[in-house]
């Protein structure tokens, strides 16, 4: 499958640091093996390279002086050069590094289409599509790596050896032109570059890949899977069986065996953070929040000349669609890298985009070879502080003194307040007078009513008359979390308890309400020194503050089948108010309706389904402080 050959020599030209032609470079060289493979590396760097190929899929630096700063090249699965030497080797192949070790060479950005189309269009159509377009390099050196790189061919192919070249695609027309005639060798470095091979941070690794870490491991486990495997698209229901062979065919049409593909790894990471997120949070990304983050990040790429979105473009979709906690679960899972060597064989280089930091120095750096655009780019949002030090931040958790975090509490009052809204709205619903027009048009014409009595010529206007009452207490259930045999639905209840946390909170100040809730346990997950992630069962809100006292352990609500009813008996009792919004899943049972009757209060009832899941989701989540203290910096750890 070369893309050009002159006698013996094979050409194989790639974009550097792409899976798509790491994928059409080891084909190319398992489909037909060559007796010594080429590659566009200094022979100079050849120790350290073939060294840090053994080490793969653990990543590798190598850093090499040049001047006062220090040149570097990563060495990452997912570039053509690389898996080339690393298919060589499998293979028992002898291999050449053909490039001119130069100094200061420059650096410069080479625009590129999209990888992603040499699986639609094909190897070969890519390559000519760019190629007719592409600037030659430019620069005295890059005719002096030229001209190293068809010597070393002529010499390699001169006794007839059949030789495959892999090069940038920016060097085939120059090294073509200068194989018509014999080239002579270059003039090469006087002294030879100190090497040194560095193990890649993971910290670094993850944030400086040329293709997302994600995309490295997925090309990475497709390397070595069998063929058979690599055919099944991500995809389930009746359209999976269609998008199989669709995905076939067009591979087949462009001369290429199915094999992996960028966007089906895509999605694939967009299912396993949902799957992620709702095992976390317990919400689950609807069907039509992924249909739009999917078409968000797909005109996102394509405003920036891309086919499919980059990590970049799904976490900034993720977080305007879904929320910040879903999209730093997919870029958790999408800068993860599974191999990691922590055998402390080799030192590990930590490295950003101008400096590396190896045994204690930092190195300024130069790139040795070219990409063709930026890196995995940050984005914007305040990402929480990585849990290093989770486990003794749980160890240190003692719940001895508990306090809620202020800015929750504002959502969650302002919350209530729109409940209150709602429900007082409801109650007032039905409570109109109509009437012919005759001093004031009150509340409004009744445009409707006028409609009706047109032959009369008269205008009536309406009047909402005032509810019978304000509304005071909210109980709001997201979980019932029912104990075995309570309720009158068997199958709603659970053998285990998973909201077991339960406690009253009196309100600070008087715009703060008296709370009494269940919730997941304060100390089970904990995401910073002396500060829990904690979920609600459900919770009651009552006003003014400073009047609850301990609803769990009052015998007056000991006719309660469960802890929702403990709530509502709550809000009934602690009410100063007629109205009594009851939020939950399912209505009361009518001994409600009886008792609040009795205690002359009103039970309204909103089901939980009418309410914006995306505002559920936000209120259900709160965080518990381990004193006043952990005010000050609590907000550096909770998004």
């Given at each position: ?18 899976l ?7 084909r ?5 093996p ?8 200094p022979?100079?760097w ?10 793969l ?18 060495v ?10 690393r ?5 028992g ?26 699986t ?6 890519y ?9 030659p ?19 390699l ?32 470095r ?7 091979l560095?193990n ?9 890949q040329?293709?997302a ?27 999976a ?5 669709v ?6 049409a462009?001369?290429q065996q199915?094999?992996m ?38 005109k ?15 976490v ?5 669609v879904?929320?910040?906690d879903?999209?730093?679960?997919l ?31 930092r ?8 990409r063709?655009?930026?890196e ?18 749980r160890a ?24 209150k ?10 409570r ?7 001093a ?19 205008l ?12 005071g ?5 997201f979980?019932?979390?029912l ?8 199958f ?24 009494a809730f ?14 829990s ?10 006003t ?31 009410s100063v108010e007629?109205?009594?919004?009851y ?22 009832y ?34």
């Amino acid at each position: 499958m070369a893309y050009r050959r002159i006698d013996s020599i094979a050409f194989l030209p790639i974009v550097h640091y792409r899976l798509e032609f790491a994928q059409a470079v080891r084909r190319a060289l398992l489909d037909d093996p060559p007796e010594v493979v080429a590659v566009e590396f200094p022979g100079t760097w050849r120790e350290p390279i073939l060294q840090a190929v053994n080490r793969l899929p653990f990543l590798s630096l190598i850093l090499g002086e040049s001047g006062a700063g220090h040149l570097y090249l990563p060495v990452e699965p997912t570039d053509g050069g690389i898996e080339a030497l690393r298919t060589a080797r499998e293979l028992g192949l002898p291999v050449e590094l053909i490039d001119l070790d130069v100094e200061q060479y420059p650096l410069h950005r080479e625009p590129v289409p999209d990888s992603h189309a040499v699986t639609r269009l094909g190897y070969a159509r890519y390559l000519d599509e760019l190629l007719a377009r592409a600037a030659p390099p430019p620069g005295p050196q890059d005719a002096q790596r030229e001209t190293m790189m068809a010597h070393a061919l002529q010499r390699l192919a001169g006794d007839g050896r059949r030789v495959t070249c892999v090069l940038g695609a920016a060097h085939l027309p120059g090294v073509l032109d200068r194989l018509r005639a014999p080239q002579p060798r270059p003039m090469a470095r006087s002294k030879p570059r100190t090497l040194r091979l560095y193990n890649w941070a993971s910290d670094s690794a993850r944030e400086y890949q040329a293709e997302a870490p994600f995309l490295a491991a997925a090309y990475e486990r497709a390397r070595t899977r069998p063929q058979s495997a690599r055919t099944t698209p991500f995809a389930v229901g009746p359209l999976a069986d269609i998008r199989a062979q669709v995905a076939a065919e067009d591979a087949t049409a462009a001369g290429q065996q199915p094999d992996m593909d960028r966007e089906r790894e895509t999605e694939l990471l967009l299912h396993q953070a949902a799957g992620a997120y709702a095992e976390r949070f317990q919400f689950q990304v609807s069907p039509q929040q992924m249909r739009t983050l999917a078409r968000f990040a797909k005109k996102y790429a394509l405003v920036e000349r891309l086919l499919v979105p980059d990590l970049f473009h799904l976490v900034t979709a993720a977080r305007g669609v879904v929320d910040d906690d879903f999209a730093y679960e997919l870029w958790e899972l999408g800068i993860h890298y599974p191999w990691q060597d922590g055998s402390g064989l080799l030192p590990s280089a930590d490295l950003d985009e101008t400096f590396a930091f190896a045994e204690g120095r930092r190195l300024t750096l130069r790139r040795k070879l070219r990409r063709h655009r930026p890196e995995l780019r940050h984005f914007s949002q305040r990402k929480r502080l990585r849990e290093k030090h989770g486990e003794q931040w749980r160890a240190d958790w003692s719940g001895a003194t508990i306090c809620s975090h202020p800015p929750e509490d504002l959502v969650i009052e302002d919350y209530g307040r729109f409940l209150k809204q709602r429900a007082q709205s409801m109650v007032s619903a039905g409570r109109t007078r109509v009437e012919p027009f005759s001093a004031s048009i009150k509340d409004g014409v009744d445009v409707r009513e006028t409609i009706r009595n047109w032959s009369e010529r008269t205008l009536y206007v309406r009047e909402e008359l005032p509810a019978a009452g304000e509304v005071g207490s909210v109980v709001v259930i997201f979980d019932e979390d029912l104990p075995p045999g309570a309720g009158d639905n068997p199958f709603a209840a659970r053998a285990v308890e998973r909201y077991p946390w339960q406690v009253t909170w009196l309100g600070e100040h008087n715009q703060e309400s008296d709370m009494a809730f269940y919730a997941t346990p304060a100390g089970e997950q904990v995401v910073g020194p002396g500060i829990s992630r904690c979920e609600y069962g459900g919770f009651v809100m009552s006003t003014p503050p400073r009047r609850m006292a301990d609803v769990w352990n009052d015998p007056y609500f000991l006719p309660a089948r469960s802890k929702p009813e403990v709530l509502l008996l709550a809000a009934l009792d602690y009410s100063v108010e007629r109205n009594v919004v009851y939020v939950a899943p399912h209505p009361p049972r009518a001994w409600f309706k009886s008792i609040a009757g009795r205690m002359g209060r009103r039970l309204v009832y909103l089901p939980l389904s009418a309410l914006a899941p995306d505002t559920l989701r936000k209120v259900r989540t709160f965080h518990v402080l381990e004193g006043h203290a952990v005010r000050d910096y609590a907000r550096e750890y909770i998004d």
